[in-house]
């Protein structure tokens, strides 16, 4: 198994990737410490490990808030010892995210708080942790959107994707001789409940899947096998790079007729 002996915290672990990441690196050997804000949907995902015969607990965190980030890599080391992968994966794309005449402040700051702050949060109590370890993997989830503007207006989600992505990088460099890889996962637009309720009519779905050359929306499924990837030893000599799965968007980004 690829994880194995493996310790993983994985952020937003109660729905979408982080919840498909959780159950298929337990499949793979690794002990998961789900982190949510939503008891009820870490709580489930927790028990669908267990049922498998994986080994998982659950703690509550706002990645936004510094006591919870602290307290989640505390769990972790408590209830298996190390930590060897964290995964910051919790996000948000807030509905009334629109562009910069049209986005309330208050939907900045949340969006930035949540997004690009729990990243930083993250890695700092989580880096340590790394480091007592002996090394590790950390995957920060951006996006595509930190590659190129979004044919629909979400302009926090884009900036706080961005900084995810800036992050990655500096990590990644300052980090790289204390055998800890800092990779930046970006997804294309995906069937998850986070971006259908943002694209939430039958036309802003159709104006983004015009763009992605495969004809259809990315599965959690398929982001958790590229998260594997990165958390495993077969990405060992990976750093700092924005591990790009998306469809084909950013390859050949057209505008609609």
Not at 107 to 126: E, H, M, P, Q
Not at 154 to 162: D, E, H, M, R
Not at 189 to 218: C, S, Y
Request: charged share 20%.
């Amino acid at each position: 198994m690829r994880l194995q002996n493996k310790v993983a915290l994985i952020t937003g672990a109660g729905s979408g990737i982080g919840r498909e990441t959780a159950l298929l690196f337990a499949e793979e050997g690794a002990a998961i410490v789900a982190a949510d804000i939503n008891d009820a949907g870490g709580l489930e995902t927790v028990q669908m490990i267990t049922q498998q015969g994986g080994r998982a607990t659950y703690v509550h965190a706002d990645v936004s808030q510094a006591q919870d980030c602290q307290q989640m890599v505390r769990h972790a080391e408590e209830a298996f010892g190390q930590l060897h992968v964290l995964f910051n994966n919790a996000g948000i794309m807030h509905n009334q995210d629109d562009d910069a005449i049209n986005t309330a402040e208050n939907i900045w700051d949340l969006t930035l708080a949540i997004n690009a702050k729990g990243v930083f949060l993250g890695c700092k109590y989580g880096i340590p942790a790394l480091r007592r370890a002996g090394g590790g993997s950390i995957i920060n989830t951006a996006s595509f959107v930190a590659l190129m503007g979004a044919a629909t207006p979400q302009l926090a989600y884009t900036a706080s994707k961005g900084a995810v992505l800036a992050m990655t990088r500096e990590l990644a460099v300052i980090h790289a001789r204390e055998n800890i890889r800092v990779n930046a996962l970006c997804p294309g637009p995906l069937r998850t409940e986070l971006l259908m309720n943002f694209l939430d009519t039958e036309a802003k779905k159709q104006r983004r899947l015009v763009h992605i050359p495969m004809g259809r929306f990315g599965e959690a499924k398929e982001m958790a096998k590229a998260a594997l990837y990165l958390a495993s030893d077969e990405s060992s000599f990976m750093t700092g790079t924005e591990f790009v799965v998306d469809g084909g968007i950013t390859a050949a980004y057209v505008t609609p007729e």
